[in-house]
């Protein structure tokens, strides 16, 4: 069994980018300078037999988005 790590835009059902704990997750499609707001963005985790109940979910923390590479 495998933990999850689910991305979620509030208030949405389904998890915009599935990752894991060790490598995180990436959010794409937001202009370099974008500044988000504490709890635009949930995370939880899951297992991927669904074995286990998904955690609650918790507001990730504001952060600014950096210039690409």
């Given amino acids: 069994m495998a933990i999850k790590l ?6 949405d059902t389904k998890p915009l980018v599935i990752g894991d704990d ?17 709890g635009d963005y949930e ?6 037999t669904g074995a286990l109940t998904e955690s609650e ?10 210039a690409g590479k």
């Fill in 43 to 48: 995370v939880s985790h899951s297992d991927d």
């Fill in 22 to 38: 060790e490598t995180g997750v990436t959010v794409t499609g937001l202009a370099a300078g974008t500044a988000v707001a504490e």
């Fill in 57 to 66: 979910r918790v507001k990730v923390p504001s952060f600014t988005v950096n």
């Fill in 6 to 11: 689910n991305l979620y835009k509030k208030g």
